[in-house]
Antibody
Framework: QVQLVESGGGVVQPGGSLRLSCAVS????????MHWVRQAPGKGLEWVAF????????HYADSVKGRFSISRDNSKNIMYLQMNSLTVADTAVYFC????????????WGQGTLVTVSS | DIRMTQSPSSLSASAGDRVTITCQAT??????LAWYQQKPGKVPKLLIY???TLQSGVPSRFSGSGSGTDFTLTITSLQPEDVATYYC?????????FGGGTKVEI
């Protein structure tokens, strides 16, 4: 049973930075692509970023490109999302998710961590 | 980038009704289409992938169809536990894109 646990959320001022972590347990983490997906309060799902199983390929949504950076440490089974230059529009629950048998198809999801950008 | 449009944005039906949700892509995505269910306060759950393949453990009253740009999620006999918001998602290439969601109520 795969378990994903996010951490690092909190309240930050506009223009600030935050680093989210996603710890994976239960199965081999290093063979799957992983994602960050966010959901603003009362809104729909928005894909944020993807990192390939080996960390050598990354993709970002246009809304975060140049501000957010995804990375992973397969030796620790942890994925990260470094978020810089945060704005109010980045306020959301951030989920980490892991691909199953197909690339770009998240199957396993964490419970999410709330990021609030407010002055 | 490819955009995904779902309709309706919300619906209300009775238990036992047949419910249909549509999802349209702005470009051909072949069958790289998934459907997720998100119950209130819960995490999204994968229901269907490859447009019509049921994820393991998902009740058979859920089905998906379509290819190219037009897709459909059908619930043949709506149950109270199906109250949720349903999202389509294309996964052929990055960026991944979700539809805006369809809220299903009873």
């Amino acid at each position: 049973q795969v378990q994903l646990v996010e951490s690092g959320g909190g309240v930050v001022q506009p223009g600030g930075s935050l680093r989210l972590s996603c710890a994976v347990s239960g199965l081999t983490h290093s063979t799957s692509g992983m994602h960050w997906v966010r959901q603003a309060p009362g809104k729909g799902l928005e894909w944020v970023a993807f990192i390939r199983y080996d960390g050598n390929k990354k993709h970002y949504a246009d809304s975060v490109k140049g501000r957010f950076s995804i990375s992973r440490d397969n030796s620790k089974n942890i994925m990260y999302l470094q978020m810089n230059s945060l704005t109010v529009a980045d306020t959301a629950v951030y989920f980490c998710a892991k691909d199953g048998d197909f690339v770009f198809l998240p199957v396993d999801w964490g419970q999410g961590t709330l990021v609030t950008v407010s002055s | 980038d490819i955009r995904m449009t779902q309709s309706p944005s919300s619906l209300s039906a009775s238990a036992g009704d047949r419910v249909t949700i549509t999802c349209q892509a702005t470009q051909d995505i072949s069958s790289y289409l998934a459907w997720y269910q998100q119950k209130p306060g819960k995490v999204p759950k994968l229901l269907i992938y490859a447009a019509s393949t049921l994820q393991s453990g998902v009740p058979s009253r859920f089905s998906g169809s379509g290819s190219g740009t037009d897709f459909t999620l059908t619930i043949t006999s709506l149950q109270p536990e199906d109250v949720a918001t349903y999202y389509c998602q294309k996964y052929n290439l990055a960026p991944l894109t979700f539809g805006g969601g369809t809220k299903v109520e009873i």
